[in-house]
């Protein structure tokens, strides 16, 4: 391929197809809006699917430093009523096809992947235009602008890029998480550490859910799952977290200590995060030059896919390309009829598996994974 790819956002998307360009001989550039890798703290644990993001990591020739960020005994899970009452305990027993690693582990790996001056860190993207034949013309908020005959979108939720595809917005489902770390949990916070145990926990309830992850040096990160409205939320003041976790705490008043301390005990300000989505079925028509991956292209209900598919994505959208080096719009247009069908597929079962978490409880939620009724 003579076009070199232009690819907006360094994230697990956009770096996976870069990483697989590369691999190809295929140039690409990545213009990132953080000023730095470690700008910004990269989230928490990820599960890396056998059926979608490890094929990703097979295709960028990286299985065995893959390998290597793998955090052993993570696939453990925890099912906990509100009572804190163990209903499931599943060890991890080597043989699950999700291990877990950390997101800015697997992150930093893709970057170290590529080579020097791949990504451009600090360009934030102010504006996309078409200019015709095409080709695309991207705008950066210092002032410089870059001509491109094939820009890839994998700049997430509230993608710049997107508008030159498609007019669709995402729209908030009615569900936010409220993040908190503790740290050193098994010496200073003993109770939650047991609860939580040695990988992921959740304790489930109608639309009031605490989850934690067991991260790398006994970390808990803990997703307390709240459904309101974004004007619930706007009443909280999450700069002071004393107040922030006495409001959010108080919606688990009378359960067991050992999970409220998820969030009372936080040795950090909560961090407030709502979720939206963007249409289910969301598509366009084939624009030249131009294609979104991952969030982009497909935000979706949180159902533990979003990484695995943009990472997919990547993956197939440059092993696409190599394979019509001297045609883009051929690529694209293979890529994109496999990838609106995967999405459709992946956002109406995230809808479903959102309806069936929030309507709910610990019994039904072991039901779900084991299929035996606790309620018998």
């Known amino acids: 391929m003579h076009t070199p790819v232009t690819i907006i956002g360094a994230g697990l998307g956009g770096l996976t197809l870069a990483r697989v360009l590369h691999v ?15 700008a910004r703290a990269q989230g928490g644990m990820l599960d890396i699917h056998d059926y979608n993001g490890q094929l990703a990591i097979a295709a960028a020739d990286l299985v065995d430093e893959f390998r290597g960020l793998i955090l052993p005994g993570r696939q453990a899970m925890r099912i906990l009523d509100r009572d804190g009452t163990v209903l499931l305990d599943k060890a991890d027993d080597g043989t699950g096809g999700r291990p877990e690693v950390q997101r800015g582990e697997l992150r930093q790996l893709l970057i170290d992947s590529l080579p020097p001056g791949t990504v451009r860190w600090g360009h934030k993207v ?3 235009r078409a200019v015709g034949d095409g080709r695309n013309e991207v705008s950066f908020a210092d002032g410089s602008t870059v001509v491109t005959s094939l ?27 409220v993040e908190t770390y503790l740290f050193d949990a098994d010496t200073r916070h003993r109770a939650a550490a047991t609860a939580v145990g040695g990988g992921a926990m959740m304790a489930p309830s109608p639309r009031r859910e605490i989850h934690a992850h067991r991260e790398r040096g006994a970390t808990l990160h803990t997703y307390v799952v709240i459904a309101e ?6 009443t909280i003041d999450f700069t002071d977290t004393a107040a922030a976790t006495a409001r959010i705490a108080a919606e688990f008043d009378g ?3 050992e999970l409220t301390a998820l969030i009372t005990d936080t040795d950090t300000t909560p961090i407030w995060r709502p979720h939206y989505a963007l249409p289910t079925g969301h598509r366009w028509d084939r624009v030249p030059g131009a294609t979104l991956l991952g969030d982009a292209a497909h935000l979706a209900a949180t159902n533990g896919e ?14 696409a390309l190599a394979a019509h080096p001297d045609d883009i719009e051929a690529a694209l247009n293979e890529y994109e009829q496999v990838m609106f069908v995967r999405s459709t597929e992946m956002a109406t079962e995230a809808v479903e598996f959102f309806e069936d978490f929030f309507d709910g409880t610990a019994a039904s939620l072991v039901t779900m994974f084991t299929g035996q009724d606790q309620t018998r």
């Open 255 to 257: 359960w067991a200590p």
């Open 306 to 319: 979003g990484a695995n598919l943009a990472m997919l994505d990547g993956a197939e959208l440059g092993q």
């Open 126 to 128: 102010s504006g996309v």
């Open 24 to 38: 190809h001989g295929i140039p690409a550039t990545v213009y990132e809006a953080e000023p730095s890798p470690t």
């Open 229 to 234: 409205p974004l004007d619930w939320f706007a």
């Open 151 to 177: 820009l890839v979108g994998a700049d997430g939720a509230w993608s710049r890029v997107r508008p030159l595809l498609s007019t669709a917005t995402p729209e908030y489902i009615g569900e936010s998480f």
